[in-house]
């Protein structure tokens, strides 16, 4: 009898957090639009200038040294040219939204915001990655339109420029996840974009053509995962690729697949966040 009134006296087990099945639209929403509006307040920062910076590479690349430049594949060198500067504007921004969330709302003590809300991690990741995608692709459309009065952009595969260029959006805006995850000090996030990001992407051919490299430079082009990208990319626009078009297709796939459960993992495991 005493162990039954025990049992009747004891106060409820606190509601779960997550107390219903299924997707939480309206936080999935909410945090995406969140994440949309965080560049989009500052749009001459994170809009205007990246167009800006592309188009420096496009004064010093190609019109300083117009006429000295040969053709490339058959199309002109500000044509081979502008694919690159679109992908690597997508990349850059798409990385940078994500990482700089997660990095100052960890600096700023304001991580429970994210983690208070009866948000699954699934919810989490998506809706961190796809804001980051966003703002690439944004970048890389404003990008593309900027371009079009010094280099002709046409459109040969449409599915590859979709494919190439919205799966990269999401590979760095879920490797910008990670990144914000890890980091515990804006040194830290600045060495993974100086010596990790930076240099994937310049020596990805963006300017250039990998065939041209010495051999083992040509050799490692062939395993950096950017290289792929802007070569599926440049495939879409120009029509024709350095690289295996199947192989590109692949690694982007199996990216984001690798770095969605990396980040699936570190919500669910509270990957320095809880602490």
Request: neutral net charge; hydrophobic residues 55%; aromatic residues 12%.
């Amino acid at each position: 009898m005493m162990d039954m009134a025990a049992v009747a006296e004891a106060p409820p087990a606190p509601p779960s957090p997550r107390d219903y099945h299924g997707v939480n639209w309206a936080g999935f929403r909410t945090l995406y639009g969140r994440e949309v509006l965080r560049f989009w307040k500052v749009g001459v920062q994170t809009l205007a200038a990246p167009v800006v910076t592309a188009l420096l590479y496009m004064m010093v690349f190609v019109v300083a040294a117009q006429g000295a430049r040969p053709p490339v594949h058959g199309v002109e060198f500000a044509t081979f040219v502008a694919p690159g500067l679109i992908m690597m504007s997508i990349l850059n921004n798409a990385f940078a939204n994500s990482s700089s969330s997660l990095m100052q709302a960890k600096m700023n003590g304001l991580m429970g915001d994210f983690l208070t809300p009866p948000l699954s991690p699934v919810e989490h990741v998506a809706a961190f990655a796809l804001g980051a995608a966003t703002r690439g692709v944004l970048v890389g459309l404003v990008t593309w339109a900027a371009v079009l009065p010094f280099a002709a952009v046409p459109v040969v595969h449409l599915w590859a420029v979709l494919y190439f260029g919205v799966g990269a959006a999401v590979i760095l805006g879920l490797l910008g996840v990670t990144a914000g995850l890890w980091a515990e000090k804006f040194d830290q996030m600045s060495a993974v974009t100086n010596f990790l990001i930076m240099p994937l992407t310049f020596l990805s051919g963006t300017f250039y053509l990998v065939e041209r490299l010495p051999g083992p430079f040509r050799i490692a082009s062939r395993f950096n995962p950017f290289f792929y990208m802007i070569d599926g990319f440049r495939y879409g626009v120009i029509g024709h690729a350095e690289g295996s078009i199947a192989a590109g297709a692949a690694i982007i796939a199996g990216l984001t697949l690798s770095l969605t459960c990396v980040c699936l993992w570190m919500f669910e495991t509270g990957y320095k966040i809880k602490t």
